[in-house]
């Protein structure tokens, strides 16, 4: 069974199916326990989804993704195209490059539509303007530092770094209202709520 991958031409499909669905495989087994195999590498050739979508939803197209599924698919159909079709050499090249191509871009689609539905779930932090929420860490008087409060955006409740105007400190587990909010760096001005 094994010489069927490596003897008559086979190399050249089952190398590139091995490497590709390998990393495939270490992918969905490192996202499923929340880790990351540092091998994201994207090259500079990347595609928007149109202007008509989220805003700032990229994918690449060269993505270390979208390259193990073209060495996937390209390399398992090649192959079987190469044992039980009787269309040789020649043809299975045209085979496997096709069927890559439909793999790398069916993977492109999507990790795009995901990447999309994530982005739509997203929640702007101005939003957080005129909430109310609780000290967590207490926040030092003006100019002195910050704090962080919970605040509860959307229907998740999340923390924020907080500074305030006031000249007392707010201690923990403290009501504030937010009355600012610094997108470029993602800090809350709150006061006391009454």
């Given at each position: 069974?094994?010489?069927?991958?490596?003897?008559?031409?086979?190399?050249?499909?089952?190398?590139?199916?091995?490497?590709?669905s390998l990393y495939f495989l270490m992918q969905i087994v490192l996202g499923g326990i929340g880790g990351d195999a540092?091998?994201?590498?994207?090259?500079?050739?990347?595609?928007?989804?149109?202007?008509?979508?989220?805003?700032?939803?990229?994918?690449?197209?060269?993505?270390?993704?979208?390259?193990?599924?073209?060495?996937?698919?390209?390399?398992?159909?090649?192959?079987?195209?190469?044992?039980?079709?009787?269309?040789?050499?020649?043809?299975?090249?045209?085979?496997?490059?096709?069927?890559?191509?439909?793999?790398?871009?069916?993977?492109?689609?999507?990790?795009?539509?995901?990447?999309?539905?994530?982005?739509?779930?997203?929640?702007?932090?101005?939003?957080?303007?005129?909430l109310t929420g609780d000290v967590y860490i207490q926040i030092p008087a003006d100019g002195e530092g910050s704090g962080?409060?919970?605040?509860?955006l959307g229907t998740r409740q999340r923390r924020f770094s907080a500074l305030q105007t006031g000249s007392e400190i707010?201690?923990?587990?403290?009501?504030?209202?937010?009355?600012?909010?610094?997108?470029?760096?993602?800090?809350?001005?709150?006061?006391?709520?009454?």
């Amino acid at each position: 069974m094994l010489g069927s991958l490596f003897n008559n031409g086979g190399i050249w499909f089952s190398i590139p199916a091995i490497i590709g669905s390998l990393y495939f495989l270490m992918q969905i087994v490192l996202g499923g326990i929340g880790g990351d195999a540092g091998l994201d590498v994207d090259v500079d050739f990347d595609g928007d989804i149109g202007a008509g979508d989220a805003p700032g939803v990229e994918f690449g197209v060269l993505s270390a993704q979208t390259i193990s599924a073209f060495f996937m698919g390209s390399g398992w159909m090649g192959f079987a195209a190469l044992r039980l079709l009787d269309v040789g050499m020649t043809g299975a090249v045209v085979i496997a490059i096709a069927s890559g191509v439909f793999f790398g871009w069916m993977i492109m689609k999507v990790m795009r539509a995901m990447m999309k539905l994530q982005n739509s779930a997203n929640v702007s932090i101005s939003d957080t303007v005129g909430l109310t929420g609780d000290v967590y860490i207490q926040i030092p008087a003006d100019g002195e530092g910050s704090g962080r409060v919970t605040v509860v955006l959307g229907t998740r409740q999340r923390r924020f770094s907080a500074l305030q105007t006031g000249s007392e400190i707010i201690p923990s587990h403290t009501s504030i209202v937010v009355t600012e909010a610094n997108t470029s760096t993602n800090t809350l001005t709150v006061e006391r709520s009454s």
